[in-house]
């Protein structure tokens, strides 16, 4: 299955991202990872994607297309993928599509994570991700056993640049600019399914997983 998350940040992407991946067998692509992974590598697209992060901006799209299409041309992404963090403009959707159709591809499904920006607040303001195995924790919501350790893989857990409160408004207003008109995109593609993210965690997992069920 081809599919693609969409959200606000902090909506619960890339948590659920993990849970659906592992369901449909299909490698979890983030585009939020491996620029952060490529961050503290310090490698050139580090160094320039970290420009755009930090001030809560997408990074330029020919930059997040050419480094996607790396991506879905390994092996492990021939027979399906979770897309989490793009496309995240209608120009990275028109690109993606274009990339799959000469493939002989196309998406199956674009999930939208639905939540509201009181909420998506609260998750970012207190999530903490760990520079081990990257999973995200959240202080109040989904706490470690002990502070500030990853309880998966013992690393140290640490806060986003880009989760301080300075820069979250400016994600959300980048977000309602430029990622909000997919809704449309998709919609009139008739590729788009919309699920409540609120609640528990595994309430989510469960509304997603039927979601894909009824429209897979
Ligand atoms: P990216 O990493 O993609 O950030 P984002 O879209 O802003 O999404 P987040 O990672 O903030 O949130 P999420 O929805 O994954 O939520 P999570 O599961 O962590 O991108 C970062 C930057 O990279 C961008 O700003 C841009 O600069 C660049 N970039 C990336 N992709 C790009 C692209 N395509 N084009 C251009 N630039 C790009 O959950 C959040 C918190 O809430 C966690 O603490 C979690 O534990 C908690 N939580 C999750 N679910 C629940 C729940 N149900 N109840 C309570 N708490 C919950
Ligand atoms: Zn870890």
Not at 70 to 90: C, H, I, S, Y
Not at 178 to 205: C, F, S
Request: aromatic share 6%; with cysteine.
């Amino acid at each position: 299955m081809r599919l693609v998350l969409v959200g606000p940040p902090g909506a619960g992407k890339g948590t659920q991202a993990e849970f659906i991946a592992a369901h449909l067998s299909v490698p979890k692509i983030s585009t939020g990872d491996i620029f952060r992974a490529n961050v503290s590598e310090g490698t050139p697209l580090g160094v320039e994607a970290k420009r755009y992060m930090d001030a809560g901006q997408l990074v330029p799209d020919e930059v997040t297309i050419n480094m996607v299409r790396e991506r879905l041309g390994e092996a492990d992404a021939a027979d399906g993928f979770l897309l989490d963090g793009f496309p995240r403009t209608v120009p990275q959707a028109a690109a993606l599509d274009k990339l799959l159709a000469d493939l002989g591809d196309s998406l199956d499904l674009v999930l939208e994570l639905i939540v509201d920006e009181d909420e998506v607040v609260r998750r970012i303001a207190g999530r903490r991700q760990c520079r081990g195995c990257q999973k995200t924790w959240h202080v109040e919501f989904d706490p470690p056993s002990h502070d500030g350790v990853c309880d998966r893989c013992g690393g140290e857990l640490y806060q986003r640049d880009d989760d301080k409160v300075e820069v979250i408004e400016e994600r959300l207003r980048v977000y309602r600019r430029d990622t909000a008109p997919l809704i449309d995109y998709y919609g009139a593609q008739g590729k788009l399914v919309g699920i409540d993210a609120t609640g528990p965690v595994e309430d989510v997992t469960v509304r997603a997983i039927d979601a894909l069920r009824s429209y897979g």
